[in-house]
């Protein structure tokens, strides 16, 4: 919701700032806010402005009707394929928007790499119904709701990792910068190995996303044992809907922290032609930073 001219306003206070070595309360807290509009604005590699559906800032208001959507549909074939669809290819926005983006992609790269990630989160869904398909015939009230909160668990976080690294197979395939820790701007060369810890790490971090799913079926479950649960249209989806926001709003900080955008590999996982670098007093690195992504 930031406008450009404050973004940009934001990106010069956060380089001045940052030079300064006296700042009192005020241009501090001011320095912080910068500092919060261009991390979630700005991408570290490109210093490009992210699109705002790509943006982890705008990841509940993005998720809020697909979530919904895949929790409260029927669980037909079609639902499952439609609703699926609309995630994965939400979800392949947000991996690309937020990748290590040292190595280039092509059209041809994202369009397979969008292809594959759909296809398997669609299979994995389809499979997972079709295993259950005969529990939810006599279900109803909220235990539809909890079973479909379990099969959405299990499809999305499956599928959630398997996007991550599909859409990030460039990656994988042309390796991502080293950079030498005591001097982040010098890039040391491209490492496959670090690659593939990073996008290993944000394709963990999707399955964990889908954990707090589990908090709006626990609800709605011990409500209706309670009898409390709105039986109405509009009452009950006002009630879902909070839920879906109070889990979403949980779930993101919480998975996102597990593993710090800025990443670090030991030098002795990395390429043998990396491990002996030194740095500007003689020194050999023990370890080397890479940008994770997000």
Not at 87 to 94: I, K
Request: charged residues 20%.
């Amino acid at each position: 919701m930031i406008e450009d001219q404050r973004r940009r306003e934001s990106e010069q206070l956060e380089k001045t700032g940052r030079g300064e070595i006296l700042l009192n309360r005020k241009q501090i807290k001011e320095l912080r806010t910068a500092e919060t509009v261009v991390s979630t604005a700005i991408h570290p590699d490109t210093g490009h402005l992210i699109p705002w559906p790509m943006r982890l800032s705008s990841f509940i208001i993005m998720n809020l009707p697909i979530s919904f959507g895949m929790v409260v549909a029927a669980p037909t074939t079609f639902n499952t394929i439609f609703w699926q669809w609309v995630n994965q290819s939400y979800n392949a926005a947000l991996n690309y928007g937020n990748r290590n983006a040292s190595s280039s992609y092509t059209s041809q790269d994202i369009l397979k790499s969008y292809s594959y990630a759909c296809a398997s989160s669609i299979t994995v869904a389809l499979g997972l119904r079709k295993m259950l398909e005969s529990r939810t015939k006599n279900m109803r009230g909220a235990k539809v709701f909890v079973f479909n909160t379990v099969s959405t668990f299990f499809a999305c976080s499956t599928a959630g990792f398997l996007n991550a690294y599909c859409m990030r197979q460039t990656e994988l395939e042309k390796g991502i910068d080293l950079v030498n820790p005591s001097d982040p701007a010098q890039v040391i060369g491209k490492s496959q190995r670090a690659a593939k810890k990073a996008v290993m790490d944000t394709a963990i971090s999707r399955y964990i996303l889908c954990l707090p799913l589990f908090l709006p079926s626990f609800v709605m479950f011990q409500m209706e044992k309670k009898g409390v649960l709105p039986l109405r249209f509009w009452p009950l989806t006002l009630v879902q809907m909070s839920l879906f926001f109070i889990e979403l709003y949980i779930a993101v900080p919480f998975a996102i922290a597990i593993y710090p955008q800025v990443g670090t590999i030991k030098s002795e996982k990395v390429e043998k032609e990396f491990r002996e670098w030194r740095d500007s007093s003689g020194q050999p690195l023990s370890e080397f930073q890479y940008n994770k992504g997000l």
